[in-house]
């Protein structure tokens, strides 16, 4: 039970026409938002009128201002971090970035430099938790028929995604890129995208929320590969069982073969089970991938079994089949000509399938967002860019996206992932090139900035930016904090 | 509580209005210079209370169009309801379906009013009010959901064309039907305005397991289109689907152009498109391509 109040519809006073404004929507003029009760600023991200930057001249609207109300729609977030949503781009790139904010942190003059960079290179990298076969390593994955990446490979539990990349962004025909631009854009913003894998399955993604395969919500992520899962629960099942079979489309478990049941004297049962023996008590390749039992294609378990070894199996012998979710699971004796029958689960049986099940965790897609800050953007930072590259290689320049935690590759240029749950709702936005307009922050000590060639010039205080209409957020991930000094090299140092 | 805004674009020759949902981009040519000076001044002071006028009489033009109703007493109230009177036997209808354009024709003739002009427009997100004078003409890009061109329309003077307007999935405002887009060309941007609301509601699968739909009040409270199911997402359709749709929507514009509602309407879904009537469309130019990174 939960004692959260929910927020009421709220009377939008920003403007005459008082949108009654319920959570989570936004008003008429899609510049205000209900965001659990509070009244929330939240511009389109805006870089066609970087008024500034392109000499824009404001007028006065009434005699008296000097037309400085205007600003040009800038949106900005949380104190005492400022990242780059909504800060603007330049281009070209050797204007200084639309803000460079310095601020005493712990005693340190820290300047963060942030700008919204212009990303063709650039793309995600999906993790959807499922066993269930979506489709082929390889495969084309399609949005609106258009192909906007592949599957790349199977990582523990899980299928990964490769989307977007400069290969569908530009290298291929212009509705491809637009159609690619359109999913990368709505998938780092947190919203739904529908993909057809060839081959394979339709899969909804969306970042934080179960996968939807062929319009079915994914549940459990599995607990363990099959022989994980014998390994796990082995003990729990002596006793109640002579034979466990845990179907799983990487490696298919049997009990009394598996070291875990050696060593609890489970004898040998006589069960055989179809696909290539890897060690003993572990198959590989019981059946075809599918979205059945264990990510297999099979509804029926008794399909990936052969006839049982006469000499070693017995007529009553009990045999449990599950699942590496324990969301399936099957009950049998063999009769008197050694086949298997279903029989009503026993209790304690029903007990570890279930245990099973709560063993396992919920069903997310993750996305990150990975791109490239290559040529362009560090231009605005410094006036000699590789020197930026080499600040964040040696740990004096932290790299953050939108204020989330941001893992920089080795190697050259600045290529960096990032989870986009962890930043703030609309952190993305694009240009009709096609390229994802992507919030960056570099954040470094002043004296350091200055070293790497920085404009010192366009330094301002973060009280200067933090006016009225700036966009505040409460922090979303807990352990990142780009100013703080554990991040640099120089942590030690007094 | 936010005051009208107004902004000089950086060339000089364009003028940025905004106040709450309504945002303006005037443009006005003259035979001497210090009237394009004169226009925006009018746009300007004009403008200064659109917004407040309307929201005077909004529970009235947030209701639907019947005989017996009453019309508003706002001038830009009323260039709404005498746009769309004219549908209310087609389809449940409120003067709010020609807001957009109502607002755009109101302020271009406060600017051809106050000055002599070979050529201004009053573009309210993609509803443009349009003034040409002989020869003259004006170029208007449409932009698919992406925002990529999918044509672009040259309108000459004397054609009797005052308003283009657009409506679909795209831009702030809700929408009935699946349409990408629906642009229609009309003798003022109210009554295109409410035309092409109307065409692209009828582009449309009903009941469609790939369309998602919310009832509009559910999004926007106060929404003119009360508990009406309008279109969240769409999802995959195949091409007779999109046909099927396109061609809902293409016999509601042949009726009005029957009617002498619009000169005509260009319809898009998911780059399959129909045509009425005759629009000087183009393709989409091919040389706007920008590298980055």
């Known amino acids: 039970m939960s004692d959260r109040v929910i927020p009421e519809k709220i009377r ?49 609207f009434l005699q008296g201002t000097d037309g400085t109300d205007w600003d040009g729609d800038l949106l900005r977030a949380d104190t005492p971090f400022v990242t780059a949503i909504g800060a603007g781009t330049t281009y070209p790139d050797y204007k200084p970035a639309p803000f460079i904010v310095s601020q005493d942190v712990e005693g340190v003059d820290m300047v963060t430099v942030v700008t919204e960079g212009i990303f063709s290179y650039c793309g995600v990298k999906i993790k959807i938790d499922t066993d269930r076969h979506i489709g ?42 637009r159609v690619t631009c359109d999913a990368l854009l709505k998938l780092c913003n947190c919203d739904a995208v529908e993909m057809q894998i060839d081959d394979g399955a339709s899969v909804v993604v969306q970042a934080g929320q179960a996968p939807v395969i062929d319009g079915t919500p994914e549940q459990l992520m599995r607990v363990g590969c099959g022989s994980a899962t014998i390994g796990m629960f082995a003990a ?52 075809e991938p599918g979205t059945g039992w264990g990510g297999t294609d099979i509804e029926d378990p008794l399909a990936i079994l052969k006839p049982s070894d006469a000499k070693k199996a017995w007529p009553g012998l009990r045999l449990l089949m599950v699942s590496t979710t324990g969301e399936q699971a099957a009950y049998y004796e063999l009769d008197g000509d050694l086949t298997p029958v279903s029989k009503p689960m026993p209790a304690p049986l029903q007990a ?50 939108g204020g989330a935690e941001a893992y920089v590759w080795p190697g050259g240029g600045i290529t960096i992932m990032a989870d986009v749950l962890n930043m703030p709702s609309n952190a993305f936005g694009y240009v009709p090139t096609p390229a994802l307009v992507a919030p960056i922050e570099f954040t470094m000590r002043l004296s350091d900035y200055a070293a790497l060639g920085g404009h010192m010039d366009e330094v301002q205080p973060i009280e200067d930016v933090d006016r009225p209409d700036v966009r505040k957020v409460g922090q979303i991930d807990p352990k990142s904090a780009p100013s703080d000094r554990r991040n640099f090299r120089w942590k030690d140092t007094p | 509580m936010s005051a009208p805004q107004a902004v000089l674009l950086k060339d000089g020759a364009r003028l940025h209005l905004q106040h709450g949902p309504i945002d303006l981009i005037v443009g006005a040519d003259a035979a001497c210079a210090s009237d394009r000076t004169v226009a925006f001044d009018a746009a ?38 005498d746009a769309v009177r004219a549908h209310m036997s087609r389809s449940f ?3 709010m379906a020609a807001v957009a354009g109502a607002v755009a024709d109101e302020v271009l003739h406060s600017m051809t009013q106050a000055a002599p002009l070979t050529r ?35 309108i000459p003077a004397g054609a009797g064309i005052c308003g283009i307007a657009t409506s679909g ?44 739909r919310q009832p509009a009040n559910h999004l926007h409270p106060d929404s003119d289109l009360e508990d009406r199911p309008i279109v969240t997402h769409v999802g995959s359709l195949s091409q007779g689907e999109i046909a099927l749709a396109l061609d809902r929507g293409l016999s509601m514009a042949y009726a009005m152009k029957e009617e002498n509602h619009i000169h005509g309407a260009y319809l898009n879904l998911r780059g399959n498109n129909r045509l009425v009537g005759r629009i000087p469309m183009q393709s989409p130019k091919t040389d706007q391509e920008v590298a980055y990174g």
Not at chain 1, 252 to 268: F, I, K, N, R, W
């Open chain 2, 93 to 95: 209808v409120t003067p």
């Open chain 1, 136 to 177: 082929h390593e390889r495969a084309v994955v399609r949005v609106d028929g258009e192909a906007v990446g592949h599957v790349m490979t199977s990582e523990y539990g899980s299928k990964m995604l490769s989307l977007g990349g400069v290969e569908h962004l530009t290298g291929g025909s212009k509705k491809e890129g």
């Open chain 2, 44 to 81: 300007r002071t004009r403008f200064e209370t659109v917004l407040t006028e309307l929201t005077g009489e909004l529970p009235l033009l947030r209701t639907g169009i019947t005989k017996a109703r009453s019309a508003p007493a706002g001038v830009i109230a009323r260039r709404m309801y």
């Open chain 1, 236 to 287: 729990q099942w002596v006793g109640h069982v002579d034979e466990v079979i845990v179907v799983d489309d990487h490696i298919t478990g049997q009990l009394s073969e598996h070291q875990a049941g050696q060593q609890l004297d489970v004898p040998p049962t006589g069960i055989k089970i179809m696909g290539r023996r890897s060690t003993p008590g572990r198959y590989f390749q019981v059946a």
């Open chain 2, 169 to 212: 999935q795209g831009g702030r405002s809700l929408s009935l039907g699946i349409a990408d887009s629906v642009t229609a060309l009309g003798t003022s941007a109210a009554s295109a305005d409410a035309a092409a609301t109307l065409i692209a509601n009828a582009v449309d699968l009903p009941h469609h397991p790939n369309v998602q």
């Open chain 1, 12 to 60: 939008c006073d920003a403007c005459p026409v008082m949108c009654f404004i319920a959570d989570g929507k936004i008003g008429a003029c899609d510049r205000y938002a209900n965001h659990g009760g509070d009244l929330l600023r939240l511009d389109p991200l805006t870089i066609i009128d970087n008024a500034a930057d392109k000499g824009i001249k404001a007028v006065p």
């Open chain 1, 352 to 401: 570890s399938a279930d245990r099973i099940a709560e063993n396992c965790e919920p069903s997310i897609c993750s996305v990150l967002f990975m791109g490239g800050a290559g040529g362009s953007l560090r231009a605005g930072v410094t006036e000699n860019p590789v020197r930026l590259t080499h600040s964040v290689k040696d740990s004096l320049t932290l790299v953050s996206v």
């Open chain 2, 120 to 154: 201004a427009y009053v573009n309210n997100g993609g509803d443009i009010a349009l003034h040409l004078s002989e020869g003259q003409q004006f170029t208007a890009a449409i932009a698919g959901l992406t925002g990529a061109a999918l044509g672009q329309v040259r």
